[in-house]
Structures are given as structure tokens and as C-alpha cells.
């Protein structure tokens, strides 16, 4: 038993150490990266099957054989040594030039999606060529750049979702969880779509009469926001084809909206938004498991944490305007369509929702205690202003709401800063530099409504237990939202935090088992418990 | 009132923390020569193994300090002199105080080994010492990491995590087998040995360190005549109080400096907390001196309360502890011993093949349970401590078992194989009635 393997033991401390099968599956990985770039010259080969084949392979091999040789030598158990030594995850060079050109590829697929083979006119070349024989496998259409970025969104989430699960492969949670996040993305956001899409093809639609959206079901308002683009709800509720499809389309729309306002509700209730934010969503899905590497990069500073809240909320309520304007505007085209809802019920819905939120803000103070009354005032104003407003459109007879005849650059600037911009160019391309969730921590509006309910109406929480913090830092460094978890946890306080997605790393990386994942009633004031220390 | 606190660590912050709370109006200076803020100590070694920056392991930010109106100075204090109620610094600056707070903490001993004060030997207790030990790493070969305790363990975790070839020599025949029972420092062993690869040497002590032509450590002889070629020495064999300020200032001390139930030392409005205080009547079976993390953030709160509000009592809280051996964590609550003492008896389940294991202690004649131990499974602080401090029996601790559980969702649980243990050695036939969850634990707790 004393036998000692010193081959674990002979390397250099300070450069990481790459073993030759490491650095060969690197290679493969370097190899992919070379034909995708290969690609955007458009030589005719690339355009083989074979060619996007060897790319998907090689991604594979590369990253499940890289992961393999990484973690398979270790024993079970948190491997963050060296996390802030190497440049590529502590804001280093290699971080930087990871940055800017994820950066870069997101600025070209959202404005140029020219620079990567999209032709307005004519079959696609360059890398989105590459693409059309998967594209056509699936869903019968040639490919266009969100083909391109869906099939790289979901292949990275399941490569490094194995990875993810290797390194934490002591903890049953991690290992569900991750599953939950492969299953979503592979099934819900990319294949199903596609599938809808094949059987929307004409021979299709022939052949069964029916004809459905692309929709990715576990999306809900305001994540998709352009279902209320008129062309969408047409989609979803035209029977000009067959009533069939019509009321499918219209069932999606109608789960589309009722999953905001009741599955959520419950599910958020239950569980904590973790439910969503890092078991289900595609967003958190690509943070969980691509952006993992860069998860101590978020700023736990109080002021970033002032920041978020203005920031998020403020998108929240953008995403509020813009909505009711798009839906009223389109109603109001419509209002001989015979749609059951008419703007008149869609204003009293739109009123009722949120003067029913600002009385219980004032009505249940016990429960907004820790909300100060400035924003209080501030969140109410919002909202009873966008109330009368819509309620102000109703009654105008030129059909304006916001004072805006055309909605549509509301919408259409809402798409650009923070359906783009936000969360693509900044939300992953900064990974490297602000950690992994800066979307879903400063700019997701699903993210905030999912906040306010688990910080007002639910029984998840962080336990702590009881006088074990020894302040070391570990839970807050590790935090991908930012949140400064220490704070709670060496004052023997539980964590609420609307912000909070459930990742459990905290939990995990805790040397003292301090931290743990639980639902549960309350006990006496509050789930976060007294100050003990 | 101006309350000077000596000492910036979690004893020193402890008591400013808590004097602010309890009064808006004093002045609070907290002294310390070695860094500006304050830091984790307990974190030091996943800075080493970057984990962690320096920043990461401050728990506060910098305005913390001025919006809570605790004055920070980076001075080291050479006098106290208690006639005129003024400390000393070693640039000759003067500071007068009202009460006095020592929270020096403690330094590694060194047992007169030869060699011990070369270059390259050394502890690991201070930010200086993470320098120190960061210079020396850089054309380090092999490293000796000397002392069987919490300390020895982390600093051979930190080369281990740098792929440093790491020597550990524990004086012990188990590691830590005076405080941790057989089959536990058993499993640690193989945590370090097995799990790991480090070479570690049961009952082996260090005999002499080496120099090399330029004074550096360059082997060290054990106690069997061995030589082991090294660079680095690392000294871990306990700490001591640091007390140089007493002798001067006239304050009673012994290992530590004596403090009265108040944490008042011999000299009226000096007091003393954390790691350099020793209490001259500690509770029953209880040391004088515990050189924890939680020692020191227990006593600030209380002694807050003495300055602030008049005497109140110290009293040492349930006993509670935890640690990681590398990846393995433990957790104890309560009053466990290395061995079964007489009339004691203990429950022992242990993973057939993980490294895991559950021990509770319990009395013998009465069933009442006195302590937990956890290896590779947390269980929850309010339970076990509300358990033992209410005198629960072991059959009801057992039946409801679950409400002590505190692993992560998904995790297996093993409370009905300790019932099956137990039913197993006593003829009995227990249930598991509670199942993990915060529901059953606040349902006991409640009860």
C-alpha cells in the first residue's frame, strides 16, 4: 500500500504540462478550426459532405479525446488548480484574442452573415455552404447562418457539456443538471425546429396537410420576443392553409405565452429559476458548459451588483414596452381578423397584470421589506405609465400607442442592442473577459422576471450551515452571476437572490460543505435566516 | 472610546465588526504589519494553487472600512504601555487607546531542529510566508513538507497541485490519528497515498536540514538516517501564540496570553482573542487554547459585548470543526475522541469502497449522543449541534437521521445503512423516519 506513483509527480510546476496524447487531440481540435477558416474562401470541395463531416468529427474526437486525457488521470474532485495562471482564463492574452474573435464572429453572423458564405441571391458559398448537406438532412432547406451558429451552439454545449460532467463527475447534481442542459438544446432548440421546418416543406404540407412554425417550445416570452412579429403570430394563427395548422401554430403561441405566466410561476415557485436558467436554457446551457472556464471572471463588486439591477430590470421593462406596442399595433391592423383577442382584452390584460403588480408592491410590505422606496416608487410609476398608456391608445382613434404610428423600430431596436448586441456580441463574445454570464446576470429579461419571482415567491434557497464558513472565497470567486455568496455565508445567512441560476458550483467548490441547494417552507422571517455572526 | 485591535485577522475583524454594530459613535483601529486588509488566511493555499487571487480572499471591500468608520493601520506595534494607555510603533509613532484588543494570532513552532532557520525552511501561516514560499517554488525539485496536522496536509496539497514532487513526513503512525479515530486517519492516509500519489512517511520525524554552498536547504536526514534531497522545508508542526508584546507590557501569560472568562488579560482593559488568547478556566474537557478559524470569530462578538455593553462571558460553544484532506472533507460536531473512551460508545459505518464514513459517539448506559464525525459526507451544523446540546438519544437520532444530512441534491444518501448497522449490532429494530430534506430538518429543530 505505501507504494508511491511518482508519475503523477515529475513535471514542472509552473508551465501547464501537456501530455503528447493532449496535445494530439488539441490538434485535431486545431485541425476542424483550420478547415472552418478554410471554408470562408469557398473552394468547391469544402462544399462535400465529407468535409463538414470531418469538421464535426474532429470537433468531437478532438474535445471528447482532449477531456478524456484531462480529467480521466485525476482522481474525482474540484479541478480549478492553476484557473487564474493561464492566460487563456485569467484575462491573459490568449483570453483577450479568444474575445475578440468570438467577438468578431458574432458581429458577422447578427450584420454580415455575407463574410461567412450568405448569398441574398443564389446557393451559399463559404462556410455556410459547409453546412447545407446537414441542413438539408434535417430540414430539407439549404442553411443560413443560424443553421450555422445553431449547429456550433449545440455541438459546443455537448462536447463541453461532456467535459463539464468529467470534471465534475463526483457530484450527482452537476452531472443531472448538464444532461438536462445537452437534452434541451440538442432536442428542443435544434432538432425539433428543424424537424418543424422539414415538415413545413411543400411536398410535406402536401403530403400531410399540415404545415407548422419553426419555434423552439422552451422558449417563452420575453426570450422570444419576435413571436409577436405580425409575420409570426400569422404564422402561428393563419388557417389559411388548413385549421389544422392553424391551431397548432395557435397552441404554440398560446403555450409560448401561458409558459410565462403559469408553468413558470409553479416550476420557479418550486425550485428556484435554476429550473430554467441552468437545467433548460439554451443561453445557460452554452454558459454552463462552454463558458465554464471562464466562471470566476464575473465582478463581485457591490457596485457591478448596482449595476445589474438597474440594467436587467431596465431591460425587462424595454422588453415590456416594446411587446405590448408590437401586439397592440398588430391587433389594432387586425381588428377585423376575428381573432378571439382583440385589443380590448389585450389592454385589459396588459392592465390588469401590472396594476395588480404594483398593489401587491404596496399592498404586501412585509414582503417587498427589502426593496428600498425609491424604486418601489420608481417600478410603479413604470408600470401604471405603460398601463395608461396602452389604455390611452385604446381610446385614440389614430391608432398610435406610445405616441408611435409604426412599432416597428421599437421592436427593431430592441432586436439590435439587446437581442444582438446583448446577448451574442456581448453575452458570449466577452466570456473570456467577464465571465460567463453576462447576458443572463445584466440583460436577460426572462432572467429578471424569474429573479422577482424567486426572490419574492418561491422556496428555493442557498442553505448555509450554521458557523462552518471560513470566509475562504472559493463560493464567491466561482460564481458565474457575480454574486458575492461569502457575504451570506460567513454571517451564517442563506442566500436569496433573485439573480442566483442554481448552478450548485458554489456548493461544490466549498471546502467546509457550507452550502447547499434546497426547497423548502420558511422558517420564521425569512428564508435567508438571521444574521448569526 | 477608542478601541485599538491589534491584529487584522478574523479574531481582530470579529471584534471591530461587532463593536460597530453594537456602537456608532466609537472610534475602532485595527493594526496590522501584515497586509492592509483583511484576508482569509484560511485561503492562503488556493492562492498558491490559483484557485484564488489575493484579491478573491478578502471578504471585504475596500469601503467597507471607511463606511464603517474602522481606522486600518499598516504599522507593527513594538510597546504597550499600559500607565499611559499608548502603543508604540517601530517608526516611533505613538497611538493612545482606551481599550486594548490583542488579536496577534500565532507563528509555527520550531522544535530546535538544526537547519531550521536556512533559507527555504519555513511555515505557513502568513501572507509573507505565500511570498516566500511562491519565490522559493520556482526552481524547486522536490519539496518536504514536514508535520502530521491541518497545515502539513495543505501545504503538501499546494505542491502536489503544482506537480512539485512533495515528501510529507509525519511523526505519527496514522496521520492525525491523535485527534482523528483509527479508521478515519486510516482512510486520510489513503486519501494522500492512494488517491493522490504523494509520498508520505508514517512515523518518520525530522532529524536535521542541510544547507547547501549559498545557505539554501539542501536535504534533510530523518530520524532513520534517511537523506531526501529538497529545496524547500516547510515547518508544520503546530503553532504558538504570538505574545512578544506581553513581557514588556506587563501582561500574565503562559503558552498564550492568559485571558479571564471576558477575555481579559491580567492587565485591566487589555484583552486578548483568537489564536494568542488562552483562557485560564476553559470548560471541561475543553483546551485552552484553540487555534481555529471559528475560535476567533466566536470570541469577537462576545468581547464586543464586554467593551461596548460591560462583562459578558465566553463561553466555548458545541465543538465543531472541519477540514479538507485534499478532496476528502470532514466535518465534526461534538465531542470526538481518537479512541472509545471508557463507557462510550460509537457507531461506525463506513463506504465499502468510497471514502466515506459516518461515526457517532454516544453514551453507552444512557444512548445519549455526544458527537459526529464525517468523512466525505456533510451533514447539517443545527441538527447535529441541536441533537447534542438537547441530549437526544441515539435511537432518535437515528430514526431521524435524513434531517442531518446536508449533501448536495442527487447525492446517495446512507442513513438507512447506519440504521442497518445499528439494528444489526443491537438486536433492535429501528426505521429511518425522516428522509433528507429542509422540511425534516426544521421539523427537528422545531421539536
Given amino acids: 500500500m505505501s507504494q508511491v506513483d511518482t508519475s503523477l509527480s515529475l513535471a514542472n510546476p509552473h508551465p501547464r504540462n501537456m501530455s503528447t496524447s493532449q ?48 480529467y480521466s488521470h485525476e482522481a474525482a474532485g474540484i479541478k480549478n488548480n492553476g484557473v487564474w495562471f493561464f492566460s487563456e482564463s485569467n484575462r491573459g492574452a490568449l483570453g483577450w484574442i479568444f474575445g475578440v474573435a468570438l467577438t468578431a464572429f458574432y458581429i458577422s453572423l447578427y450584420w454580415f452573415p455575407e463574410w461567412l458564405g450568405l448569398n441574398s441571391e443564389g446557393p451559399n458559398t463559404g462556410l455556410i455552404a459547409v453546412f447545407d448537406p446537414l441542413s438539408k438532412m434535417l430540414s430539407g432547406n439549404p442553411a443560413s447562418q443560424w443553421f450555422v451558429y445553431g449547429t456550433f451552439y449545440t455541438i459546443s454545449i455537448l462536447i463541453l457539456g461532456v467535459k463539464f460532467i468529467w470534471k465534475y463527475r463526483h457530484s450527482n447534481y452537476h452531472k443531472i443538471r448538464t444532461l438536462s442542459i445537452m437534452f434541451f438544446q440538442t432536442a ?109 471572471l464575473s465582478d463581485k463588486s457591490l457596485k457591478a451588483w448596482r449595476i445589474e439591477r438597474w440594467l436587467i430590470h431596465g431591460v425587462l421593462a424595454f422588453a415590456v414596452i416594446m411587446t405590448v406596442a408590437v401586439v397592440f399595433s398588430y391587433l389594432n391592423q387586425h381588428d377585423d381578423a376575428g381573432y378571439w383577442i382583440t385589443k380590448e382584452i389585450f389592454t385589459a390584460m396588459v392592465s390588469i397584470t401590472l396594476l395588480g403588480l404594483t398593489a401587491l408592491l404596496w399592498l404586501r410590505p412585509k414582503l417587498f421589506s427589502t426593496i428600498s422606496p425609491n424604486v418601489k416608487v420608481i417600478a410603479s410609476i413604470i408600470m401604471v405609465a405603460i398601463t395608461g398608456l396602452t389604455i390611452q391608445a385604446l381610446f385614440a382613434s389614430n391608432g398610435k400607442i406610445f405616441f408611435m404610428e409604426d412599432t416597428y423600430p421599437l421592436r427593431k431596436w430592441y432586436g439590435f442592442f439587446i437581442g444582438a448586441a446583448f446577448s451574442g456580441v456581448v453575452g458570449v463574445g466577452f466570456y473570456p473577459l467577464m465571465g460567463s454570464r453576462v447576458w443572463c446576470r445584466f440583460g436577460c429579461p426572462m432572467a429578471a422576471i424569474l429573479g422577482l419571482q424567486q426572490r419574492f415567491f418561491s422556496r428555493f434557497r442557498i442553505t448555509t450551515n450554521g458557523g462552518q464558513c471560513i470566509s475562504c472565497g472559493n463560493c464567491s470567486t466561482y460564481c458565474e452571476m457575480g454574486i458575492d455568496v461569502r457575504a451570506y455565508a460567513q454571517r451564517g445567512q442563506n442566500i436569496v437572490r433573485a439573480s442566483c441560476v442554481g448552478c450548485g458550483v458554489c456548493s461544490a467548490v466549498c471546502p467546509r460543505g457550507v452550502l447547499s441547494l434546497e426547497n423548502g417552507p420558511n422558517t420564521g422571517n425569512s428564508r435567508m435566516d438571521d444574521v448569526r455572526y | 472610546m477608542h478601541v485599538v485591535i491589534i491584529g487584522n485577522g478574523i479574531a481582530g475583524v470579529s471584534v471591530a465588526r461587532h463593536v460597530r454594530k453594537l456602537d456608532s459613535d466609537c472610534d475602532i483601529t485595527m493594526i496590522s504589519a501584515e497586509t492592509d486588509f483583511h484576508w482569509s488566511r484560511t485561503a492562503l493555499m488556493y492562492i498558491y494553487m490559483g484557485h484564488m487571487t489575493f484579491e478573491n480572499t478578502q471578504p471585504y471591500e475596500k469601503f467597507f472600512w471607511a463606511k464603517n468608520r474602522i481606522k486600518l493601520i499598516r504599522k507593527y506595534v513594538t510597546q504597550v504601555d499600559p500607565e499611559k494607555r499608548t502603543l508604540t510603533f517601530s517608526d516611533g509613532d505613538a497611538l493612545p487607546y482606551d481599550k486594548l484588543v490583542l488579536a496577534t494570532g500565532s507563528s509555527p513552532n520550531k522544535f530546535g531542529w538544526p537547519g531550521q532557520d536556512l533559507a527555504g525552511v519555513q511555515g505557513m501561516v502568513s501572507y509573507n510566508d505565500l511570498q516566500s514560499m511562491e519565490e522559493y517554488s520556482r526552481d524547486l525539485k522536490h519539496a518536504v513538507v514536514v508535520g502530521g496536522g491541518l497545515i502539513g496536509i495543505e501545504m503538501a496539497e499546494m505542491f502536489h497541485s503544482r506537480h512539485i514532487p512533495v515528501t510529507f513526513l509525519v511523526r505519527e503512525e496514522s496521520f492525525w490519528n491523535r485527534v482523528m479515530p483509527p479508521d478515519e486517519s486510516a482512510m486520510i492516509n489513503r486519501e494522500i497515498r492512494n488517491t493522490h500519489g504523494i509520498d508520505l512517511r508514517l512515523g518518520t520525524e525530522l532529524k536535521e536540514i542541510l544547507p547547501d554552498e549559498n545557505g539554501r536547504v539542501r536535504c534533510i536526514i530523518t530520524n532513520e538516517g534517511e537523506e531526501i534531497p529538497c529545496q524547500f522545508v516547510g515547518l508544520t508542526a503546530g503553532v504558538h501564540p504570538n505574545i512578544d508584546l506581553a513581557a514588556q507590557a506587563g501582561i500574565e ?45 466566536h470570541m469577537g462578538p462576545v468581547l464586543a459585548q464586554t467593551l461596548v455593553n460591560g462583562h459578558t462571558e465566553y463561553v466555548q460553544k458545541t465543538w465543531f470543526n472541519s477540514a479538507k484532506f485534499i478532496n476528502l472533507e470532514y466535518q465534526v460536531y461534538g ?100 428522509k433528507k430534506g429542509l422540511r425534516n430538518a426544521f421539523a427537528v429543530l422545531k421539536s
Fill in chain 2, 253 to 297: 501569560t503562559h503558552r498564550g496570553f492568559l485571558v479571564d472568562k471576558y477575555l481579559e488579560t491580567s492587565v485591566k482593559d487589555i484583552f486578548a482573542v483568537g489564536d494568542c488568547a488562552q483562557l485560564r478556566h476553559p470548560a471541561s474537557g475543553r483546551r485552552p487554547i484553540e487555534a481555529v478559524w471559528y475560535t476567533g470569530k
Fill in chain 1, 188 to 296: 428542443f432548440a435544434f432538432l425539433i425546429p428543424e424537424f418543424m421546418a422539414r415538415l413545413n416543406h411543400q411536398e410535406a404540407i402536401q403530403a400531410t396537410g399540415v404545415s407548422v412554425p419553426y419555434y423552439d417550445l422552451k422558449n417563452m416570452w420575453p426570450l422570444n420576443y419576435y413571436n409577436f412579429d405580425g409575420y409570426r403570430i400569422e404564422a402561428m394563427t393563419n388557417d389559411g392553409l388548413n385549421s389544422l395548422t392553424g391551431n397548432l401554430g395557435f397552441i404554440m403561441l398560446v403555450v409560448g405565452i401561458s409558459s410565462i405566466f403559469i408553468i413558470s410561476p409553479i416550476l420557479t415557485y418550486f425550485f428556484g429559476k435554476r429550473w430554467y436558467c441552468s437545467w433548460v436554457c439554451g443561453c445557460g446551457g452554452l454558459a454552463e458548459t462552454a463558458g465554464d472556464p471562464f466562471r470566476h
Fill in chain 2, 335 to 434: 465531542d470526538v475522541a481518537s479512541e472509545i473512551r471508557d463507557g462510550e460508545r460509537h457507531l461506525y459505518w463506513e463506504h465499502p469502497h468510497d471514502h466515506k464514513s459516518v461515526r457517532i459517539v454516544y453514551n453507552a448506559a444512557t444512548g445519549i449522543v455526544t458527537g459526529f464525525n464525517l468523512m466525505g459526507i456533510r451533514y447539517r451544523s443545527d441538527v447535529c449541534i441541536k441533537w447534542i446540546e438537547s441530549q437526544a438519544s441515539i435511537e432518535e437520532v437515528l430514526q431521524n437521521l435524513g434531517a442531518a444530512n446536508f449533501d448536495p441534491e442527487f447525492f446517495r444518501s446512507y442513513e438507512r445503512e447506519l440504521v442497518r448497522l445499528y439494528n444489526e449490532q443491537n438486536n433492535t429494530d429501528l426505521k429511518l423516519k425522516r
Fill in chain 1, 23 to 70: 496535445k494530439v487531440f488539441l490538434a485535431l481540435v486545431g485541425v476542424a478550426i483550420t478547415m472552418i477558416f478554410i471554408s470562408l474562401f469557398g473552394a468547391a470541395a469544402t462544399r462535400e459532405a465529407t468535409f463538414l463531416w470531418t469538421i464535426l468529427g474532429l470537433l468531437t474526437v478532438g474535445g471528447v479525446g482532449y477531456t478524456w486525457e484531462t
